[in-house]
């Protein structure tokens, strides 16, 4: 139980870590800034929409009486809102991450530099590494909803579906928040997604304590803006530990950049 309040401890140290530096975090918000204009416009655009996309969707409707025809359409409309506002908080953190990545990986480099010890660089050009990052937001996003159908389904048992399964949501949710938050980390250390999970399932405790917190917190879009540059200091700190027992090994034996082409 130890591990679950030292990861909940490299998030405030992560925020800590950015409001010491407060350049620093003016730099970090702009990638959330920028997600959070274009989310809001879309949210927006379907609020205006969505009763046209659903009319379009429905033509065999046209003929119900009232006030059946109004309660379908109304009904489906609130739906198609809802569902758009679902991907939005699901999606924020992992389209954030791809629009910042150039943001957070200088910010995650200053954190190392701060820390002392070896700053690890990725030695691939930003176009490779966007493609890495978005093609692993998607991996994990697959992920992310198989669990979502699995929960979503073992929501219907009684009284464990309203207890239990909303605890694994979060969880599961902390849990690969915390991945795609130290992969801005542990990709500049030459390792694949396939590994990186690896180690954190070798320390769940820490990585839920780190993930279901924020994961908590990023339910709110605006509070995961400014939240955002402590969390990937945070994470990088908390990536350092993942990876502290490892640093004492030969070189030959350290994962390398050109791991990142090879998955």
Known sequence: MRDLGAG??????GQRWVGRHGRWFGFGLLPGLITLVLYAGALVGLGYGADDLVDWATPFA????SPWLGLLRNTLTVLVFGFGLFLAVITFTAVTLLVGQPFYESLSEQVDRAEGGEVPESGLPLWRELWISARDSVRILVRVGLYSVLLFA????PVVGQTVVPVLGFCVTGYFLAEELTAVALQRRGMVLRDRLALLRG???LTLGFGVPL???FLVPFVAVFLMPGAVAGATLLARELVAPDEDEDEDDAPTPYTLDKD
């Open 8 to 13: 909940f401890g490299y998030l405030i140290k």
């Open 62 to 65: 046209d003929d119900w009486s």
């Open 154 to 157: 073992l929501g219907f048992i």
């Open 203 to 205: 320390r769940r405790l």
């Open 215 to 217: 994961g908590l917190a």
